[in-house]
């Protein structure tokens, strides 16, 4: 699996209020969410993201309030993968929850730039920098949770797992 | 090798002799907490269960604070939804307009959170019960739904960061500021997927509504859970709020910590954080002149009875400036009783405070206290962040309740002695 598309570049500390402000909490529809995705830190970002595109941020992207309407406005706005150097530890499992793909890459995040395009490759975790000519090794997650992100999803990998167990039980 | 408070609690909920930093574990839950916002999207993840129905009715907490009494249509809907969901499954700790508070003020005060308890919560500040020797920690909606679900939930068992507390702090000098006061040191990432060990000689000299608020910032430094342990102050608060028995575990005395740092409280001083992160802090003594517009005392972080009477005592008699707006938020209904009856809340009211109903509406910037453009705020919640709290031009300075009260009189940020 591969997603490729332009990158929007961010700094550290982006927390989930500036992702979506708490005045859109009042709707959990992830298409309504997606219209004010990332409004408080960038007003354009809504305007010029296209499908496939990527976030690439530096550090504890995703701090503060455990809001998962954070990942899945990010996810419904069409964002196929977010980069940061680190994740903050709600926003990480949030996203892999909700089948979001996130990878966490210090070289990447320092070597890619507002504007470039960029192609992750999920199954080797190499992200390669189109428009610089590079490439970086991402971190591969544990095998557990790569679980849950090919079931696409917690609630998918328990109802698997569920379905496995009643299986042997019987 | 030895286990941390956490790490042994961790391993029993999980029904292992022992755990180590960096393992992937699946644990039994004591409590699985939801508000408004975070619960409508539980519900609707735990519509794509095989399963029906939900591990334990009495088990599930379910919180309507953030945007009730409800601020419009669509916050109605969610709460109905909730309303229903709870209804439909007979969850005995659904607490509705009336009987609410705000979440992590009102689950210790209905003794649903013990020593030893392993807790989660779709709300960051879940954290909050590690004051009375639980586990817990916050999660997203979906992990929420896993948990009401099935009763469990996996962990990457963390590392731990011991902090030593010792001495006494001065009058002015409460959990606020010390918490602050870490979190300008370490960093807001600075515990990152971590616990935070408090302990130490120094505890004793902390309230539980200060280790209550300790506790609740620990995510504002990245922390995956802040814990104290079990002394005599948290076993007479656990007996005498809850009828359930709890369980005191201990960190072994060779636990391994990343680091460790000793924290005098003697030495600190009123601490406030400035925009845009609560890293920021200085000193009062730092903080030079600056005008403010408003003031808000309350919060999961500061909405306890101590914090209101720390307040009143300085408001008592005096007046909040002119064009100064104070804000004043009892975290629970028990709360606001007892700070009726204690007469607190004329206080506040004689003061030109307004008092408000329990609600989180201002601290995540909801309602009930939204800043315009341009516009400062000294404020006893726990996030300042760019828009947290309304206008992306807006700016909130995180403080005590003793700061909070002494600015809404002097119209800047004051030092209480002023």
């Known amino acids: 699996m591969k997603a490729s598309g332009t990158v929007f570049k961010y700094g550290d500390n982006v927390d989930t209020d500036v992702i979506i402000p708490a005045r859109y909490l009042n709707s959990s529809d992830p298409k309504e969410l997606a219209q004010h995705c990332m409004e408080d830190i960038d007003k354009e970002f809504v305007h010029k993201v296209k499908a496939g595109d990527l976030i690439v941020a530096d550090k504890n992207f995703g701090c503060g309030s455990s809001r998962e309407h954070a990942p899945i406005a990010i996810k419904a706005a069409g964002v196929s993968c977010v980069i940061a150097e680190t994740f903050a530890r709600i926003f990480y499992r949030n996203a892999i929850n909700i089948g979001l793909p996130i990878i966490e890459c210090k070289e990447a995040s320092k070597g890619i730039a507002d504007g470039d395009e960029v192609e992750v490759d999920f199954d080797s975790g190499i992200i390669t920098n189109k428009t610089k000519g590079t490439t970086f090794q991402g971190q591969a997650f544990p095998e557990f949770m790569q679980k849950i992100i090919r079931a696409e999803g917690l609630v998918n990998y328990i109802n698997q797992k569920q379905k496995e167990e009643a299986g042997e039980s019987r | ?418």
Not at chain 2, 242 to 254: C, L, N, T
Not at chain 2, 270 to 293: C, M, Y
Not at chain 2, 334 to 341: C, K
Request: aromatic content about 6%; glycine content about 10%; proline content about 4%.
């Open chain 2, 1 to 418: 090798m030895g286990m941390t408070m956490t790490q042994k609690i961790l391993a029993a909920a999980a029904g292992l002799p022992e755990v180590k930093a960096g393992q992937l574990i699946e644990a039994d839950l004591d409590l699985v907490l939801g508000n408004d916002i975070t619960t409508p999207v539980a519900i609707h993840e735990m519509d794509k269960f095989a399963t029906d129905g939900v591990f334990h009715k009495d088990k599930i907490a379910l919180v309507m604070d953030h945007f009730v009494p409800n601020k419009d249509i669509k916050s109605a809907q969610h709460c109905k939804c909730v309303r229903e969901f709870a209804c439909r499954h007979e969850i005995s700790n659904y607490f509705d307009v009336g009987e609410m508070g705000i979440e992590h003020a009102l689950l210790p005060e209905k003794g649903l959170t013990v020593a030893g308890d392993v807790i989660i919560g779709a709300d960051s500040h879940t954290c909050t019960y590690g004051a009375l020797g639980a586990f817990s920690t916050g999660v997203g909606s979906t992990d929420m739904a896993a948990g009401m679900a099935t009763g469990k939930a996996w962990f990457k068992v963390p590392s731990a960061i011991k902090f030593n507390i010792v001495g006494k702090p001065s009058k002015w000098v409460s959990g606020k500021d010390v918490i602050l006061h870490i979190i300008g040191m370490i960093g807001v990432d600075g515990a990152l997927y971590k616990s935070m060990e408090f302990t130490g000689d120094g505890i004793k000299n902390l309230s539980m509504d200060d280790r209550f608020t300790i506790a609740n910032m620990a995510i504002e430094a990245g922390g995956k859970n802040g814990i104290f342990p079990v002394d005599e102050i948290a076993a007479a608060y656990l007996k005498g709020h809850s009828k359930r028995e709890y369980k005191v575990y201990e960190a072994d005395e060779d636990a391994e910590y990343d680091e460790t740092y000793t924290i005098d409280l003697s030495e600190l001083k009123p601490t406030v954080a400035f925009p845009h992160l609560p890293e920021n802090t200085k000193t009062i003594d730092e903080v030079g002149d600056v005008a403010i517009d408003q003031v808000v005392i309350g919060s999961c972080t500061n909405g306890r009875l101590d914090d209101l009477r720390i307040a009143a005592k300085i408001l008592k008699g005096k007046k909040v400036a002119k064009g100064i707006r104070c804000i004043v938020i009892p975290a629970t209904q028990r709360i606001y009783l007892e700070a009726m009856e204690e007469g607190l809340l004329r206080t506040f009211v004689e003061a030109g405070a307004v008092v408000s109903a329990p609600t989180c509406g201002p601290c995540l910037g909801g309602y009930m206290g939204i800043l315009a453009e341009g516009e400062r705020c000294v404020s006893t919640t726990n996030r300042n962040f760019v828009g947290r709290m309304g206008h992306v031009e807006s700016e909130v300075y995180l403080a005590s309740p003793a700061v909070a009260a002494a600015s809404a009189i002097t119209g800047k940020i004051s030092a209480p002695e002023e």
